[in-house]
């Protein structure tokens, strides 16, 4: 949400030869009557409160706004909502992907007259360039959201959101949009296979995701401070997590088998994150210099050839983003393309680059995968309901999407009631 505290409020002032009392917002000078007047002073402080609620912004006449004048203030107001530790997050990108896709169409013309059949016009430009149904129905949704903000904030009639959402979402089987497969769980063996070709550090992260089903946001900030373990079971509280918008806790058990993996990076500050790039990249020089051939009497002193002032340095902690790279890279190298694996870019053509990327895509595996597995064996044995709290999921509809039912189950049901 939009800072308010910060806002500078433009002061009551006066038109001396009018003797009108006035206040300047946003380039327009308004009038607001007999200078020192009651109603002078009601109405200044009304538009001020307006304005200040609004952003730093006028609210717009329901005349004059367009789609574009109605999209750049929800994108205003969003970029301050849809926020978390200080950064925006993905919701406001895929709202602004939203916006650029109905800007060329409708952003000149009049946010009153956006009706389903112009949403629909949209909606078939998203499935044009190849987006899923569950996405365009998610984007869809943010587009109606979107207008429902601009009834709310007077800058359009509240007929148009009302309208926009009679429009029924794409069903499964009757619409061009492409389904998106399942995420399914990785194969441990597929996992065994990879920890040989990542770091040490990285190997552990993914032990640890692969044992506590923990998200990868989760894993990636996990510090000493944050863990309770005054118990056998130790508890794990992430400083954030992906519901907390919503007032929900969330706790990550950690058994026996869990603190074997996470008690070495337990030995430092408190507040440090405990899976560190800059450790794992001094273990990485650490492990040259022991692999280095040539004697320390010749070629380049340890350290030496570095460059000075790097353009990326290893950071304080992995993201979910250098988290995944991470697994990408070794699944590139633990199942390599059996003809041109061997060969590097430079040497093949246009084609073969293709080939082998097209490989890769289906060898690669990610780190929710591994939530995926831990979801599956934790329902195989205990059932939904320990997988819903192992997962963390409010509800029990949610974890089936994590937990793929065992078909082994249901054959030995089969085979024993014909």
């Known amino acids: 949400m939009s800072n308010a505290f910060s806002l500078r409020v433009p002061a009551y002032g006066r038109h001396k030869p009018t003797g009108q ?5 946003d380039g327009r000078t308004i009038y607001l009557g007999k200078y020192g007047s009651q109603e002078s002073r009601e109405a200044y402080h009304r538009i001020t409160k307006e304005w200040v609620r609004n952003g730093g912004t006028l609210p ?54 956006f009706g389903p059949l112009r ?11 190849g987006h899923s149904r569950k996405y365009v129905n998610k984007n869809v949704g943010r587009i109606v959201r979107m207008f429902k903000w601009a009834a709310a904030e007077e800058l359009l009639p509240a007929s148009v959101p009302q309208a926009l959402s009679m429009v029924a979402g794409l069903r499964q089987g009757r619409t061009e949009a492409p389904e998106c497969p399942p995420v399914p769980p990785v194969d441990d063996a597929i996992v065994e296979a990879t920890l040989e070709h990542l770091p040490a550090l990285v190997a552990d992260m993914v032990r640890l995701q692969r044992l506590t089903g923990m998200r990868p946001s989760e894993l990636c900030i996990l510090r000493p401070c944050d863990l309770d373990r005054s118990g056998t079971i130790w508890i794990y509280r992430p400083e954030s997590h992906k519901t ?15 603190q074997a993996v996470l008690l070495r990076y337990l030995a430092r500050d408190s507040q440090c994150y405990c899976f560190r790039p800059v450790d794992s990249e001094a273990k990485r020089r650490a492990q040259a210099q022991i692999d280095r051939q040539t004697p320390l ?9 570095r460059v000075s002032n790097p353009k990326k340095k290893a950071g304080e902690r992995y993201t979910t983003g250098s988290f995944r790279r991470a697994i990408h890279r070794a699944c590139d190298k633990a199942f390599p393309h059996p003809q ?52 963390g999921h409010s509800q029990a509809n949610v974890t089936e999407v994590y937990a793929e039912r065992d078909l082994a189950v249901g054959l030995r049901v089969a085979a024993k009631i014909g």
Not at 63 to 75: N, S
Not at 81 to 90: C, D, E, L, P, Q
């Open 244 to 258: 907390e918008h919503h007032g929900r806790d969330r706790l990550v058990l950690i058994g026996p088998r869990s």
């Open 340 to 391: 041109l694996g061997s060969k590097v870019w430079a040497e093949m053509s246009d084609s073969q680059i293709d080939e082998v990327k097209k490989w890769q895509s289906f060898q690669r595996w990610s780190p929710n995968q591994l939530r995926h597995s831990a979801a599956t064996e934790v329902r195989r044995e205990f059932g939904l309901e320990a997988a819903q709290i192992i997962l």
């Open 297 to 305: 009497t010749c070629g380049n002193l340890p350290g030496t050839n």
């Open 21 to 25: 009392a006035r206040v300047q917002i």
């Open 119 to 129: 949403l629909k016009t949209v909606r078939q430009e998203m499935i044009r360039a």
């Open 60 to 113: 717009h006449s329901t005349d004059i706004t367009t789609v574009g004048e109605a999209m750049v203030a929800y994108l205003r107001f969003a970029k301050g909502y849809y926020r978390k530790n200080g950064k925006v997050t993905r919701e406001y990108e895929a709202i602004r992907g939203c916006c650029r896709i109905i800007n060329p169409l409708y952003g000149r013309s009049p946010a009153a007259e």
